[in-house]
Structures are given as C-alpha cells and as structure tokens.
C-alpha cells in the first residue's frame, strides 16, 4: 500500500539519549516534512525538505536536525533529548510545494522524553 | 507574526449542520487547506482553496474570502463518525503551511 510510514509509533526516551525517527515514503513525493503536534496548539514544522539533498529549518528547528540523502527517506534526529520535546511527531509529504497539492501525513511518533 | 485562528470546540447534533470558522494573518497567501483528524490519527485532506468562493464535496464545503481572512468548513448531515478535529491551514508566501491549533467537533446522538 503506497503511502508514508514513520517508526516508531512510541518510544520512551531518557533525557539526554539520542533518538532518530524514521519516515520513508513511496509515493515519489518531492517535498517531505516533519511536525510536531502538542496539545492546544497548532502542528507546528520543525525541518523540511523541498527535494532530495536539500532541507530548510521551519518554525521549531533547535535541537533537532534531518537529512535528506534521497527522494524516499527523511530521517528526523534529536542528538541529546529533553522534556519539552516530548510530543506527537508527524512527518508528511507533498509531491511540490504550490498549488493543490496536498500533504500525506505518517500516523505519528509518540514520544515521551523522561 | 502569522496566525490561525479557530474555536477551540464545538458540539453539532447528528443529522444537523456545522459551520466551523477559520481566520488568517499570514505573510502572504498561497492557498488554505482544511484536514480532518481522529484522536490518535494522523491528519488527513479535505479540501483547497486558492480563489473566493465555495468549493462543495458531497457532505463538504469550504468557503474563502481572501480579502477578509476568512474560511469557514460546512459540513452537512452530520455523522458520528465526523467526531474529529478540523484543522485550517494556510500555505504562506514561502510555500510553508501555517496551522490552526484545530477545532474539536463533538457529536451527538
């Protein structure tokens, strides 16, 4: 079924550790993104990446960082983990970045940084 | 700073219709995307708009107006199953899409 898979669906992460989340997609999709979604607010972009071995920092950027090494994999790494980051994280992709081109989402990470 | 807003909540009987509203401030407009979400789900598309107007999907709509920063999502002959969170986004001038926080719509028999 093609579509965009992240991994894991929930960790429990000690503070301090290193984590990578993994999205792959098979859809060809150009554009890539990754959220992160907490409650009462807005999904909020982390990273981005409009094609393969490019990326852009969104709104939240610190303390996370991405590659994009090819069009499938957008791999999303948090080199020393704390509590604030613990949320819901929801990577997507979109075949461009104009017009109507809507973004697929993953079904989410849960993170929970203890 | 850019901004999305909507109601936090709201609650429709089933069979009836909802009107959710949808304001905007942004640096600049390239189109506003409304998505639904379970709890525990991931978001998924439910319509575009680029131009004024109102674009009808079966049992939804969406209206924008442009000029006054301004969408709202009609949805008709509620179901159950449209207990969900409708998101609002707008892509700004830099192709990014900028978030509402969602309204919770909660139905009832």
């Known amino acids: 079924i093609a579509g965009i898979t992240q991994a894991p669906t929930s960790q429990i992460l000690a503070a301090g550790r290193r984590m990578t989340l993994r999205c792959t997609q098979d859809m060809r999709h150009n554009a890539m993104y990754w959220y992160r979604q907490d409650l009462g607010l807005g999904l909020r972009l982390i990273h981005y990446s409009n094609t393969a071995g490019t990326t852009g920092k969104g709104e939240v950027p610190d303390g996370y960082s991405v590659s994009r090494a090819n069009t499938d994999d957008f791999p999303l790494t948090l080199a020393s983990a704390v509590p604030s980051q613990t949320s819901v994280y929801f990577c997507?992709?979109?075949?461009?970045?104009?017009?109507?081109?809507?973004?697929?989402f993953g079904q989410g990470t849960r993170l929970t940084v203890v | 700073g850019q901004n999305i807003d909507q109601p936090t909540e709201m609650t429709a009987t089933e069979g009836a219709i909802v009107q959710i509203n949808c304001t905007y401030q942004t640096s600049g407009f390239n189109g506003l995307f409304w998505y639904q979400q379970h709890a525990g789900e991931a978001p998924t598309f439910l319509s575009y708009n680029v131009l004024d107007g109102l674009e009808e999907k079966g049992r939804f709509s969406s209206f924008l107006s442009r000029s006054k920063g301004y969408s709202y999502l009609l949805l008709k002959e509620l179901q159950m199953k449209d207990s969900a969170s409708y998101l609002c986004a707008v892509r700004d001038s830099n192709y990014q899409l900028i978030w509402g926080a969602g309204t919770k719509l909660i139905i009832k028999p």
């Open positions: 997507a992709s979109s075949p461009g970045r104009g017009g109507n081109t809507e973004a697929f």
